[in-house]
């Protein structure tokens, strides 16, 4: 078992609503127990260009509520070769640390994996992506801010559909996963939604608006997940439908990068704070090259290639339940 007295943490990839708050509780989770802490600039393009700094709990006050991150983030394609990784480990050796925390979705896992395992340096990953798409965690930092940004938003185009009679196409951001488009459609009433986990999708979407209109609905709302499943977003399916079915006044929305902003919710608030103090001791436990995350309320542990190998699937009975409410 190794002695740890530093630690470093960063936050890399996409930033996060929450992001903040973890790194508030892994910077108070280690100085609790009597560790020093380094805060890395800009992810890992801070490790190989050394912008490394002290740490201590006034680093940290007052950013609980704050969005974004204050380590920064950035793109390292120096990271990504064996050449930049063994400078990045000296700079941690070089600054005497003993072990690393990294905050991110599944490219900042996927370079904590190779680099924890190439260098045989103890890292603990934490799961910040508005996406929610990690294998073995119920939820992921920011998702849930991200989630009720979508919903407020959508709230807010249904009135000018209704007044208008209109039928909006909203894209929200997700990539390959349908987990915020998904939950969104329903706490929001959407009448349908598009993911990329499932084929049938948008023979579902043309029995709907075919169903809808005959129906003489004064509004529809349809969400999109980003990406190249549906040929290319919510403007390409608007084009299709609007040709197919000219009877549509269609408009399309995409809500882009203000998913990702604003001041974190209370829940990533404290899923952010839970899984900053389980890193520092899933550290204190000799654990490394894993991701703290949380199932069924209890904080667990999974190998970062069982996080980043497994797939996580999309809730059969969520979108089941689409199909019944909009009606």
Known sequence: MRKINKIAVLTSGGDAPGMNAAIRAVVRGAIVNKLEVIGVN???????????????SQSVSNIIQQGGTILKSARCKEFNNPEGRKIAYDNLRKNNVDALVVIGGDGTLAGAHVFGTECDFPVVGIPGTIDNDLYGTDYTIGYDTALNTVIE?????????????????????????GFLALRAAIASGAEAVLVPEVETDYEKLEAYLKNGYNKKKSSSIVLVAEGKKFGGGAIKVAKKVSKDHPYYDVRVTILGHLQRGGSPSAFDRVFASQMGVAAIQALLDDKKDVMVGM????????????ALKNRKTISSKLLALIDILSI
Request: charged share 30%; no cysteine.
């Open 42 to 56: 800009r992810g890992y393009e801070g490790l190989i260009t050394n912008d490394l700094f002290e740490m201590n």
């Open 295 to 306: 199932v069924d309320s209890k904080i667990v542990h999974v190998p970062l290639d069982d």
């Open 153 to 177: 938003a959508v709230d807010k185009i249904r009135d000018t559909a209704s007044a208008h009679s209109r039928l909006f196409f909203i894209e929200v951001m997700g990539r390959d996963a």
